[in-house]
């Protein structure tokens, strides 16, 4: 059997970094690559730097945009007394979904995790507090997961950004909507009878 | 419940070995380093997911093997097919054909509890041994217990790191002590509704091994004493010396009480040998109320080290475990197998990882 070309290996080994590319995927692309098109392969060279030097990080919000400010923060139709705070760039994007949320975003970069080394001020904390002396936020809506480092954090935050007249709501957690009971599993049910609410007898 | 089939491929000394099992007793003879502590590993495994001997899965793969892989064939209500493959690159779970996503949906398909000689590490070990039974037991009993566990191992691992810091931010370790707090909270309450149970069930199970003057007692030693927030809020200055979380679940223990002097200190050998392995019975007490079957008992060797009388108390729990159709497994060289257990036992010959059918004795 032949070796591959040295610039045939470098390149599947720059195609295995990315996520969800194991070794044979990479090889596969890898040789497609180099018989397609070459007009093609250029094409798709410029899109990727093209894309990598246009998309940065909203100086506000910390989301994916061309422009900083981004879309999101300087949409004057989006409630600005509305804060949705959220873990990563793209939760942005799953929050965005349903279309019901109207305000405006703070991405963290990521949640307290004394087990990896990441601190306070490690997260985009301090940006948020400026923010909330800038602009006339009244609600702030901590959309973290719920796992130990997350609900950690949710606290923190919620203790940190207190403050007079500064209302703050974590978003809720329990049984998937239109989903039975038999569908939820022990820890999400014990936390959904926790967070049960009242059912008002007028409405 | 019964192990009906066993496939194992390139584990431990077996680089292939397929057996086919009756419900009932099963004596596995044969010199040592042979594989008859293998097989009970095996069973073990499908069981519980990990090895009763404490190692990793690395271990248990045939030497110069890539991966091993354990089949069964389950027969209770129902019956099951497991499907285990383990290598440093690849690992698969299946039951029923179906791959398995959540471990709690897979625990529970095959029961089982194991007398070993490192039992007495219930009585004679550190504290962590007795909690590993507390936890073991909960896990195969209560759903939430093993996420709660995680939970907890997470939030204090965290906190420990936060005090272990030249400068420690208060805020910061608040929010994980919120969840050190809840998981905490329902972990000490759960092992504070099982000691009774386990208590009452060691101490019929310590009267029948030893005898009537005997009293076994068990307490739970909770560290938290009465309420976690405000103790751990108290042990804020020790925490700080030590740099660590010095009190939670996970310094919980359990009290031994013979005649009512703790058996750690007091006991002799003897007595603790009867004890670990009341504890054990207990154990498979517990599960057999709960569940309505007993679990398969899987006895490594410890038959020998037991005198007739000892051996005796044990035997309501083999002959429960015939009656329901259950199995007994248990390992023995041919000089010290019990043959007070008589004629209805299937004896297997384990020879170099292999494995081969007896006759039965005509004695």
Sequence with gaps: ?203 | MHLARLRLRDFRNYPRLDAEFAPGFHLLLGDNAQGKTNILEAVYLVATLRSFRGVGSAQMVRSGQKGYFVGSHIVGQGEHETKMYWSLRERNLSLDGMPVRKVTDYLGVLRTVVFCTEDLLLVKGPSRSRRRFLDLLLSQTSPAYLPLLQRYTRALRSRNAILKQPTINPLLLAGFSQELLQAGGEITQLRCELAPKISALARLACRRIASDTEDLQIEYLPSVKKDFTVELAQSAARERTYRTTVIGPHRDDLDLLLNGRSATQYGSEGQKRTLAIAMKVAQADYLTGLHGTPPILLIDDIMGELDLKRRTGLFPLLQRSRLARSQVFMTATEENWPEELGRDVQRWLVKEGGLCPLPATDS
């Excluded at chain 1, 070309?5 to 970094?17: D, E, M, T």
């Excluded at chain 1, 894309?51 to 409630?79: F, I, M, Y």
């Excluded at chain 1, 929050?95 to 991405?107: A, D, L």
């Excluded at chain 1, 130990?148 to 207190?162: C, I, K, M, N, Q």
Aim: charged share 25%.
């Design chain 1, 1 to 203: 059997m032949s070796a591959l070309p040295a610039a045939i290996v470098a390149l599947i080994a720059s195609l295995r970094s990315l996520p969800g590319i194991g070794p044979r995927s990479a090889e596969r692309i890898a040789l497609h690559l180099v018989q397609a098109d070459p007009h093609a392969v250029e094409q798709l060279a410029r899109h990727l730097t093209e894309a990598r030097a246009r998309v940065q990080l909203c100086a506000t919000c910390g989301a994916l945009t061309e422009t900083s400010p981004c879309g999101t923060c300087s949409d004057p139709r989006r409630d600005a007394t509305f804060l949705c705070v959220v873990e990563r760039p793209t939760d942005t994007l799953v929050i965005e979904k349903p279309g019901t949320f109207r305000g405006r975003y703070h991405v963290l970069g990521g949640k307290l995790s004394p087990l990896n080394g990441i601190e306070p001020e490690d997260l985009r904390i301090r940006e948020l507090e400026e923010r909330l002396t800038r602009e006339p936020v009244k609600e702030i809506l901590i959309a973290l997961g719920t796992d130990v480092e997350g609900d950690a954090t949710s606290f923190y935050l919620a203790r940190r950004l207190a403050r007079p007249g500064l209302k703050i709501s974590r978003i809720a957690h329990g049984l998937p909507a239109g989903a039975g009971l038999d569908f939820a599993d022990e820890l999400t049910l014990s936390r959904a009878l926790e967070g049960r609410r009242d059912m008002k007898q007028d409405e």
